[in-house]
């Protein structure tokens, strides 16, 4: 045997390699990025491909733009440069206008934020169940109720101070929704009905029970035959933010909801990846049998988490009620419960990213508005940009494809089930 065989090589993580640096570099990243959002993924899949599914949305959304314009294909045949032309300046005054809406200037500003406040807090309802393992497509009905709850609190306790009736409104919109939340969740656990049917036929009883209860003699409007809740007194509404401007709620409408939002997920980010209860959350999520056998009660966690998830979306009715309507009435929710779940999977089930994933649909609510004003095109294509949006985080495969991005572990973590 030569010298050179003889040779005892040095343990591997001692041979220096070329462009180590660059590797260290990288584990580097991985590990802030990983303690910075709490989730084992790199930033190429949590936000790099989200953004780019959007971008698709947006192209996608043009060519669609493009389409349903009958007049330019009847010019296409006659006049194909006017007809290209005039197609390219629809879609980017289209463009315009939605990103004028969302974000150009303080009015517009203040309209996504407002938006965007009962949006977050209905996507954390969702985002939390899904980290859980459950689907939560209750958050509308939970909705309902806990801006019921919201509202019958703000009107029937007079004369208290802001201090004391804001936080008694707030609490009762999240009692409200906790209790709607609860239920599939106690059956879940008890039962094991599953909770998207439980979910979705409370949704339906408290669509049909909410016109009900405003026609009642204690909530109903004195004088009036339609089902529409006492106003809410002053003490009991969520203050304007710029009220200081001395300008008309109407121009700009934002009010302390989005604080109350941004709080919210600060709060569930800790209770997920910073305490013993959300990492028992998470756990269910992944295997509810292992849970089990580590020694946690999965039927306590299914109640808790669900109630949990309701209270939040309680939130976001009392945020519809208390800071826009100031009133109760049928439909206050606007769908906003079933528009959470795409909000939920876009921000990933992680707290930061259901705040950015809300103030962009805000942005999209918002914006939509002064396009379907400004342009001919309908603001239908809101909820086509939305949908596709959905479409493209649900393959992140497809996204990685077509621009080519190069993701790590955990690339693939959200088609694997609700817990992604």
């Known amino acids: 045997m030569s010298d050179d065989e003889r040779r005892i090589d040095p343990p591997a993580e001692e041979t220096p390699e070329a462009g180590s640096g660059a590797a260290d570099d990288e584990s580097i990243r991985e590990r802030f990025f990983k303690d910075l959002t709490g989730i084992d993924v790199d930033w190429r899949s949590a936000i790099l491909v989200p953004a780019l599914a959007v971008l698709t949305a947006l192209i996608i959304s043009g060519f669609v733009i493009a389409l349903t314009d009958v007049d330019n294909w009847r010019l296409l045949g006659t006049e194909p440069g006017r007809a290209w032309s005039n197609t390219w300046r629809e879609i980017v005054d289209a463009y315009v206008a939605l990103f004028s809406g969302s974000f150009g200037g303080l009015r517009a500003i203040s309209e996504t934020l407002t938006n965007a406040a009962p949006l977050i807090l209905a996507g954390l309802a969702v985002g939390i169940g899904f980290r859980a393992g459950l689907f939560n497509i ?24 802001i201090v004391l009736h804001l936080p008694l409104v707030i609490v009762a919109g999240f009692i409200g929704g906790a209790i709607w939340g609860g239920i599939p969740g106690l059956l879940r656990a008890k039962t094991g009905a599953h909770e998207v049917i439980t979910t979705i036929m409370l949704n339906n009883i408290a669509i049909l029970f909410l016109p009900w209860a405003l026609k009642t003699d204690w909530i109903q409007v004195e004088g009036r035959d339609d089902p529409i809740s ?12 710029l009220g200081f401007l001395d300008r ?14 941004v ?17 028992e959350f998470r756990a269910v999520g992944y295997n509810p049998d292992a849970a089990r056998y580590a020694g946690m009660n999965v039927t306590w966690l299914y109640v808790a988490v669900m109630a949990l998830a309701g209270g939040m979306a309680g939130l976001a009715g009392m945020n519809q009620v208390n800071g826009v309507l100031y009133q109760a009435e049928p439909g206050f929710s606007s769908g906003l419960g079933f528009e959470a779940i795409s909000l939920a999977l876009l921000g990933r089930s992680h707290p930061a990213g ?3 994933a809300g103030i962009l649909f805000g942005a999209l609510r918002a914006g939509g508005q002064k396009m379907q004003v400004a342009t001919d095109v309908p603001i239908d294509l809101v909820l086509v940009v939305q949908a596709l949006v959905v479409v ?12 080519r991005v190069r ?14």
């Open 138 to 161: 209750g958050a509308e009905g939970q909705m309902l109720i806990g801006g019921l709850f919201a509202a019958v609190a703000g009107f029937q306790f007079t004369g208290l101070p």
């Open 230 to 241: 006492k106003a809410i007194d002053v003490s009991g509404r969520l203050p304007r933010l």
């Open 248 to 261: 008309p709620a109407s121009d700009i409408s934002i009010h302390a909801g989005i604080l109350l939002a």
């Open 263 to 279: 709080l919210v997920a600060a709060g569930v980010y800790w209770l997920l990846f910073r305490s013993t209860l959300g990492f």
């Open 354 to 356: 259901i705040v950015a």
């Open 392 to 403: 493209f985080i649900a393959a992140p495969a497809l996204i990685r494809a077509i621009y």
């Open 407 to 420: 993701t790590g572990r955990g690339a693939e973590q959200l088609t694997k089930g609700w817990a992604a």
